[in-house]
């Protein structure tokens, strides 16, 4: 997915885990309007500048393939999930030191004041289409 698209996506009101979900929705065989529904309150660090949204929608797109929820083999499944999710975090911080997103952003973006400094500043349009097109890669080498 390009740049430009996730701009345009964040132009719209959706939020980097929505992004994250969305694109992989008809691939995990539910509809794009569940995968943002499930993710909404995700972006922003769920929405109090705390863990990244991109960051948590691969952990959903992760969950939602790999997920352990079959009693007779629940141990194996779980076993897959993890395994998929530690790969998918080692990718993630081979490059960041914190998927906290107020650290990565810069800016506190759970107060008015914060979200119109990184809009003002071109960082959430700039550093965060980025970041989701990163994860985005990421889970399609996992995935």
């Known amino acids: 997915m390009e740049e430009k698209v996730i701009q345009e996506q964040f132009m719209k009101g959706y939020d980097c885990s929505q992004v994250v979900t969305a694109h992989f929705a008809e691939q995990l065989g539910v509809t794009e309007e569940l995968a943002n529904r499930m993710s909404a309150c995700f972006g922003g660090g769920m929405m109090q500048a705390d863990t990244c949204g991109a960051f948590v ?14 009693p007779e083999h629940l141990l194996a499944q779980k076993d897959v999930m993890m395994e998929k999710s530690a790969e998918f975090k080692k990718k993630f911080f081979e490059k960041r030191t914190t998927c906290n997103c107020k650290e990565l952003l810069g800016y506190d973006v759970s107060t008015p004041e914060g979200f119109q400094q990184a809009l003002e500043s071109g960082r959430m349009m700039s550093f965060c289409p980025a970041l989701v097109k990163e994860v985005i890669e990421y889970l399609d080498e996992i995935l």
């Open 57 to 70: 929608g691969a952990l959903i797109v992760i969950g939602l393939k790999y997920g352990h929820y079959n």
